[in-house]
């Protein structure tokens, strides 16, 4: 050959696939998510779907498909005016101001930070067994 590459050297540089780690995978940075933090309230189209969801198994006692339901409450939805669609609206309105008051709340305390007189989030176990494995090797050798 005059210089080039061997077609073994050239196929295994075509072959080496640099691997990505997965989406949700050794991402590790992201915080944990708080159980005490209010849940974002449910759009208008999701508070008719509450009501909708009810009256469709009624007519539709056999259906068990969740995609079925989805879709004909998208089509009502869609054909719905703006006033039929008004008391949704209204409702959904309501619980964003409701999420909005429980969230500045949320962020108040967050921000003031644990009280001295609170007992951290760990467990009596849970910290005595952090004591265990520290102080293992002491218990290992009492096996005579």
Same mark, same amino acid.
């Given at each position: 050959?005059? $210089?080039? +590459?061997? *077609?073994?050297?050239?196929? &295994?540089? !075509?072959?080496?696939?640099?691997? #990505?780690?997965? =989406?949700?995978?050794?991402?590790?940075?992201?915080?944990?998510?708080?159980?005490?933090?209010?849940?974002?309230?449910?759009?208008?189209?999701?508070?008719?779907?509450?009501?909708?969801?009810?009256?469709?198994?009624?007519?539709?006692?056999?259906?068990?498909?969740?995609?079925?339901?989805?879709?004909?409450? $998208?089509? +009502?939805? *869609?054909?719905?005016?703006? &006033?039929? !669609?008004?008391?949704?609206?209204? #409702?959904?309105? =309501?619980?964003?101001?409701?999420?909005?008051?429980?969230?500045?709340?949320?962020?108040?305390?967050?921000?003031?930070?644990?009280?001295?007189?609170?007992?951290?989030?760990?467990?009596?176990?849970?910290?005595?067994?952090?004591?265990?494995?520290?102080?293992?090797?002491?218990?290992?050798?009492?096996?005579?």
């Amino acid at each position: 050959m005059k $210089g080039g +590459k061997s *077609k073994a050297e050239t196929r &295994s540089s !075509k072959l080496s696939v640099t691997k #990505k780690p997965a =989406k949700g995978a050794g991402r590790g940075k992201a915080a944990a998510k708080d159980p005490n933090k209010p849940k974002r309230p449910a759009s208008a189209f999701f508070v008719f779907m509450e009501d909708f969801r009810e009256t469709f198994k009624k007519e539709n006692p056999k259906n068990k498909s969740v995609a079925t339901v989805g879709k004909a409450a $998208g089509d +009502k939805w *869609k054909s719905l005016s703006d &006033s039929e !669609k008004a008391p949704y609206v209204a #409702k959904a309105e =309501k619980r964003k101001v409701e999420y909005e008051k429980n969230i500045k709340a949320y962020n108040k305390k967050l921000e003031e930070g644990p009280k001295e007189d609170e007992e951290s989030d760990k467990s009596v176990s849970e910290v005595n067994d952090e004591d265990d494995a520290e102080d293992g090797s002491e218990e290992e050798e009492d096996d005579d």
